[in-house]
């Protein structure tokens, strides 16, 4: 089993939608997650930190089941700006060098 | 704040030829990094450093040399191009503690 995994997608919604992503990881001792957003051919850019259960901002939620070892990120009424693709990063503990990243999943947002 | 800044844009290298890759940060971040993105294979951890005088190795370092003389700058250094580093490639940096990163631009690298 990979340390982290994503569904690479792609997720193609309407606008307006309410759609989710799931990403599994593989390391019970695992500390803290994040998202990050990365649009085509630009860098990954930090969207949203878990910490403990869950955090929201605005139409963005996240949260983390740690006994399915998952986290999840929902977003509220799709905006066509948000297609992009959503990597998760997992900190397995030790330090930064041990944050694993996912390989993402593409959304696309339609009108 | 400029945040991390990386240069080149864009590469082209002959096979055993080399150079370095230039990132900075303007946040005092102790920490560094830098990954390459390739389809399929996300995000690969190549080197690391905690802090200026403080480097090790991550996930896929065969290849590549660091150093960290300053807390701003942590250049990667291409030994000897191989076509197997084609790849876009992101430096980042963050707070010691938190984990959360914050990345440049990238370089895109090819190697003929």
């Known amino acids: 089993r990979k340390e982290v995994e994503q569904d690479p997608g792609p997720f193609n919604v309407p606008e307006g939608a309410t759609v989710a992503f799931n990403c599994t990881y593989s390391n019970s001792a695992s500390q803290s997650f994040f998202w990050y957003r990365q649009d085509c051919r630009k860098e990954p850019k930090l969207l949203m930190s878990v910490y403990s259960s869950g955090n929201e901002d605005g139409r963005f939620t996240a949260q983390l089941n740690r006994a399915s070892q998952y986290i999840s990120l929902l977003i509220r009424d799709s905006k066509l700006s948000d297609s992009a693709t959503y990597l998760c990063a997992v900190n397995q503990g030790g330090g930064y060098q041990k944050v694993t990243f996912g390989t993402g999943t593409k959304l696309q947002v339609i009108p | 704040n400029a945040g991390v800044t990386q240069t080149p844009k864009f590469q082209v290298l002959k096979t055993g030829q080399s150079m370095t890759l230039q990132c900075a940060q303007d946040?005092?971040?102790?920490?560094m990094s830098w990954y390459r993105q390739d389809p399929g294979m996300g995000l690969r951890l190549i080197h690391y450093?905690?802090?200026?005088?403080?480097?090790d190795q991550g996930e896929v370092p065969n290849g590549y040399n660091v150093s960290r003389s300053t807390t701003e700058d942590f250049p990667l250094r291409l030994l000897s191009a191989a076509p197997s580093q084609t790849s876009v490639y992101f430096c980042?940096?963050?707070?010691?503690?938190?984990?959360?990163?914050?990345f440049g631009p990238g370089t895109r690298l090819t190697v003929t």
């Open positions: 980042a940096s963050g707070l010691a503690g938190r984990y959360e990163q914050y």
């Open positions: 450093s905690v802090g200026a005088g403080i480097t």
């Open positions: 946040m005092n971040h102790e920490y």
